[in-house]
């Protein structure tokens, strides 16, 4: 199978987060305050929702818990999408075609 090479550079699906926090910072005290009393009313929102969350009894140590299994289940995931794909170009159908066959939910 003969593979066209792209023009343009590979660009990662995945953001980086410190590229996406970049942004032109404003010179101007008038708007440099309204950003801080913006972002202070933030933090004090952001504070109380979590002072809510804990009165309710969710704990800080399960949330981390429970994004390491979520980032544990997506690349689980991500490793059978794969799979799924290579099993359906060697078969020639389509992907989609293998959930019925293999009993999987198209939405899952």
Avoid: C, W
Avoid at 10 to 18: C, W
Avoid at 42 to 67: A, C, N, P, W
Avoid at 79 to 95: H, N, S
């Amino acid at each position: 199978m003969k593979r066209r090479r792209s023009s343009s550079s590979f660009k990662s699906p995945l953001q980086d987060p410190a590229n996406s926090q970049k942004r032109v910072i404003s010179s101007n005290p008038d708007v440099l305050r309204s950003e801080i009393h913006q972002l202070e009313g933030r933090t004090k929102t952001v504070q109380k929702d979590i002072e809510v969350l804990k009165k309710s009894g969710y704990d800080l140590s399960e949330l981390k818990k429970h994004m390491d299994m979520m980032h544990q289940y997506n690349e689980i995931k991500d490793v059978g999408q794969m799979v799924l794909g290579r099993i359906a170009e060697l078969d020639g159908v389509r992907t989609r075609d293998l959930y019925k066959e293999y009993g999987l939910d198209l939405n899952d």
